[in-house]
């Protein structure tokens, strides 16, 4: 692996200002909603925040910096920007909020956008395990990892559909917004388990396969960190789900039915 793409101060500062802005928006977001709603809840901002910086830890910083020549910091990266990353932002809830701070208008644009049959499609969740873990095993196993340090377009590419497709996965298994298009508990698990079983095994095939150009030590490593660091943020998304599950399971009172808008 070799460094083709070194990132100076001002182009780190630069690549900061989009995550920056994020962050801006959502808590202007949140407090603009306030006043026609009731307070947003003070861990949707910290979950956001932090997924945001997660993300940005992959992109910008010494570890991006690194990954380019640094199998392990390129590992450590992927787990910062296609599994911690979009676990932190679903649990905020950034649809809910959208949908609470647009207007009438606009708010009904959009969920109309969200029941199209094109979010039916990608929301399903082995539509979307295919994506994530299958879009994996594509990086790994052919000659992309080699080209997407060689071309800033497909650099920007990759990591842009591993986060993606991170969080379409998740949104995919827990439902923390609006979801026009639901699917069984059962289903989702029968999903999530063949997922984490192919995320387990190629962090396995990495370690005595490793990508073109990655040293065995480094790859050894890398494996390593995917395969356990992976298993923290899954247990995490396991017990959501579970959560999820046993309180749809429960006998539901009358006041329990009422619609909760966060």
Aim: net charge positive.
């Amino acid at each position: 692996m070799q460094g083709h793409i070194h990132q100076s101060t001002v182009e780190q500062l630069t690549l900061m200002l989009p995550f920056l802005l994020l962050i801006g928006v959502y808590i202007f977001a949140g407090v603009f909603s306030n006043q026609r709603h009731k307070a947003w809840p003070l861990h949707r901002y910290f979950f956001w925040i932090f997924g945001v910086f997660s993300a940005a830890g992959a992109v910008v910083g010494p570890i991006a910096d690194r990954a380019h020549m640094d199998f392990t910091a390129h590992m450590t990266g992927h787990l910062l920007l296609g599994m911690l990353a979009p676990l932190l932002i679903a649990i905020s809830a950034p649809i809910t909020l959208i949908l609470r701070t647009l207007s009438v208008k606009w708010s009904r644009r959009l969920t109309r956008v969200l029941k199209s049959r094109f979010f039916q499609v990608v929301s399903d969740p082995a539509v979307a395990a295919l994506l994530n873990v299958g879009g994996l095993w594509l990086l790994y196993t052919t000659d992309l990892f080699s080209a997407m340090h060689d071309s800033l377009v497909l650099h920007v590419s990759v990591h842009l559909h591993v986060f993606l497709a991170g969080y379409l996965f998740t949104v995919s298994m827990i439902y923390m917004d609006p979801t026009p298009h639901h699917r069984s508990f059962q289903y989702r698990g029968v999903v999530l388990i063949l997922a984490l079983g192919g995320h387990a095994i190629l962090s396995k095939y990495l370690y005595s396969h490793p990508p073109a150009g990655v040293p065995s030590g480094q790859a050894e490593v890398g494996a390593m960190i995917m395969y356990y660091g992976g298993d923290v943020i899954d247990i995490v998304l396991i017990t959501i789900f579970c959560f999820q599950w046993y309180k749809a399971a429960r006998p539901r009172t009358k006041s329990m039915c009422q619609p909760q808008l966060n």
